[in-house]
């Protein structure tokens, strides 16, 4: 198993857009299998490439997280579906419904995705493949696809509300880097005073 450090907004590698993916060789198969590997250590429901800074047009997502058997399951791991090149083409109908993201961590927003979405992509093994998707994955599937283009769920968002999430998100990361440092300044002063007492 092999983890991969989730990037966090606003990182360059999140925010920009991916390159189509031409070679269906070991290294892609070995990045799908991180891909998943991430996935299921941060209890993610799907995950893009450039999240884990790859840049490559690729998606892992699990069909059961959203109530649908999965149709094409990854050799590696069934429970996963791989989109490789996805190419979307959406309904007319849209819903809306509250998304978060693993670049985005303890942040939620309310968004709209539409209803239906068929893809057509290249899996694992380079098949060309389609998939018409319903409602509540074709809202995921979309979530996920935006991240191949350099987008978050926050990019659905009015400005207002976006600039809202994003300091809220600002003032969380502060904090935590804050407790990180006390804890690691206390974790010093306990290793120097074991020191002293072995002198």
């Given at each position: 198993?092999?983890?991969?450090?989730?990037?966090k907004w606003p990182s360059r590698?999140?925010?920009?857009?991916?390159?189509?993916?031409?070679e269906f060789d070991d290294s892609l198969k070995s990045?799908?299998?991180d891909m998943i590997d991430t996935c299921n250590?941060?209890?993610?429901?799907?995950?893009?490439?450039?999240?884990?800074?790859?840049n490559k047009r690729v998606?892992?997502?699990?069909?059961?997280?959203?109530?649908?058997?999965?149709?094409?399951?990854?050799?590696?791991?069934?429970d996963f579906m791989v989109l490789i090149n996805?190419?979307?083409?959406?309904?007319e109908d849209s819903q809306p419904w509250r998304?978060?993201?693993?670049?985005?961590?303890?942040?939620?927003?309310?968004?709209?995705?539409y209803s239906n979405?068929?893809?057509?992509?290249?899996?694992?093994?380079?098949?060309?493949?389609e998939l018409i998707a319903e409602w509540p994955l074709s809202g995921g599937i979309q979530h996920e696809c935006d991240h191949l283009d350099g987008k978050l769920f926050v990019s659905k968002m009015s400005r207002g509300s976006r600039t809202l999430i994003l300091q809220k998100f600002r003032k969380k990361q502060k904090m935590e880097l804050r407790a990180a440092k006390r804890e690691k300044a206390e974790t010093i002063k306990k290793v120097r005073g074991k020191r002293k007492k072995r002198r």
């Open positions: 198993m092999t983890y991969r450090k989730v990037e590698s999140v925010l920009s857009e991916c390159k189509m993916v031409e990045l799908i299998v250590v941060d209890n993610g429901i799907g995950l893009a490439a450039n999240q884990i800074n790859v998606v892992v997502i699990k069909p059961s997280a959203f109530g649908f058997e999965n149709g094409d399951p990854c050799d590696y791991n069934g996805p190419r979307l083409k959406n309904s998304e978060a993201c693993l670049s985005l961590p303890g942040i939620e927003g309310k968004v709209e995705r979405t068929h893809v057509n992509y290249f899996n694992s093994n380079g098949e060309s493949k």
